[in-house]
T-cell receptor
Framework: GAGVSQSPSNKVTEKGKDVELRCDPI?????LYWYRQSLGQGLEFLIY????????KSGLPSDRFSAERTGGSVSTLTIQRTQQEDSAVYLC?????????????FGPGTRLTVT | KNEVEQSPQNLTAQEGEFITINCSYS?????LHWLQQHPGGGIVSLFM???GKKKHGRLIATINIQEKHSSLHITASHPRDSAVYIC???????????FGQGTRLTINP
């Protein structure tokens, strides 16, 4: 079956512009995560959605970052007034949930370059 | 100090060698994940474990909960194993993963 998909795969934007990144989860996966990987850095948690619960936004680096998940499926990560330090690969991962812990399935990522 | 520490940061070996990558963590966890990231490629989950040992092909992952330590072993290493290997822990009581900095493995033919 289809895995996690993300779009666009690459995005180049000018400093100060807003961008929207999209994640399409695996069908039936109720948990969805956004992560960021800056050049030469490790992965960094941004936000987590689980069903209809309030999202865990504790990893968002500033109020310029926001995300939503409509209908428990597709998610969009929005970065307003982009800055050069926002340049990174943004990864989405989804997971089934229930009793115990489950494997996360990662999308291919969106490479964002802010010029 | 990072909550998740991996060693070594970089590892170069010859084809056929036995490889060990280590991960130590300092927080309570629900599970530990080993991930593989190829250059220019996406991330693939190799193992998720909360106790004991798991084996898949030439890969073996172990975890010692008391010592807060995990190891990833690769037997009969091959150049196609060259990648960045990332240890990540699920924080107990939370849903987020905390990642190590990764170990860049290069296997030369």
């Amino acid at each position: 079956g289809a895995g996690v998909s993300q779009s666009p795969s690459n995005k180049v934007t000018e400093k100060g512009k807003d961008v929207e990144l999209r994640c399409d989860p695996i069908s039936g996966h109720t948990a969805l995560y956004w992560y960021r990987q800056s050049l030469g850095q490790g992965l960094e948690f941004l936000i987590y959605f689980q069903g209809n619960s309030a999202p865990d936004k504790s990893g968002l680096p500033s109020d310029r970052f926001s995300a939503e998940r409509t209908g428990g499926s597709v998610s969009t990560l929005t970065i307003q007034r982009t800055q050069q330090e926002d340049s990174a690969v943004y990864l989405c991962a989804t997971m089934m949930t229930g009793y115990g812990s489950y494997e996360q399935y990662f999308g291919p990522g969106t490479r964002l370059t802010v010029t | 100090k990072n909550e998740v520490e991996q060693s070594p940061q970089n590892l170069t070996a010859q084809e056929g060698e036995f490889i060990t990558i280590n991960c130590s963590y300092s927080v309570g966890i629900s599970a530990l994940h080993w991930l593989q990231q190829h250059p220019g490629g996406g991330i693939v989950s190799l193992f998720m474990l909360s106790s004991g040992k798991k084996k898949h092909g030439r890969l073996i992952a172990t975890i010692n909960i008391q010592e807060k330590h995990s190891s990833l072993h690769i037997t009969a290493s091959h150049p196609r194993d060259s990648a960045v290997y990332i240890c990540a822990v699920g924080i107990q009581g939370a849903q987020k993963l905390v990642f190590g900095q990764g170990t860049r493995l290069t296997i030369n033919p």
